[in-house]
């Protein structure tokens, strides 16, 4: 093992930390690693990026709150603006609940923003179960794109 492959491992980890679906595992199949190898990187860092954005997100949710009713308090509310992403989020939570935002967040939504919507929209639920639905949401679309390498990319 080279510099170069160490360099392009920890390069995969570190993106996959933030940027999953779009990001890590088609670049991790674009360098040439093995499915298993793309698998075992992209899901460590996907797994220490989720962990640090839900702690970060949970810490964020309760500033946002705290900060929130201190203005109410003070008369100082400005109405809330609902962008379109803002009405997506509320319908995924709506309509599918923290699995859903859990399986979309590697895809549509970042790492860090997923972990933090999870977390504003659920701090009623223990942390593990948070961390349970991404960790699962992360090897599924690690294992899913990378079995494009397996069926369909055959050298």
Request: aromatic share 16%.
């Amino acid at each position: 093992m080279t510099w170069a492959d160490i360099w392009e491992i920890v390069g995969i980890w570190l993106l996959s930390t933030v940027k999953f679906v779009f990001g890590a595992v088609p670049a991790a199949l674009a360098i040439g690693f093995s499915f298993w190898k793309t698998v075992i990187v992209t899901c460590t860092g996907g797994f220490v990026g989720t962990t640090i954005f839900i702690n970060l997100g949970e810490f964020l949710a309760k500033r946002v709150i705290t900060k929130r009713e201190e203005r109410i308090r003070l008369g100082q509310v400005h109405p809330k603006k609902f962008t379109r992403t803002n009405r997506f989020i509320v319908r995924l939570k709506k309509g599918f609940g923290l699995p859903g935002i859990a399986l979309m967040t590697p895809f549509i939504l970042s790492i860090p923003l997923g972990c933090y919507v999870a977390a504003r929209y659920y701090q009623h639920k223990p942390k593990i179960v948070l961390l349970l639905w991404m960790y699962g949401a992360i090897v599924f679309w690690s294992v899913g794109i990378s079995c494009y390498k397996l069926f369909f990319n055959r050298h």
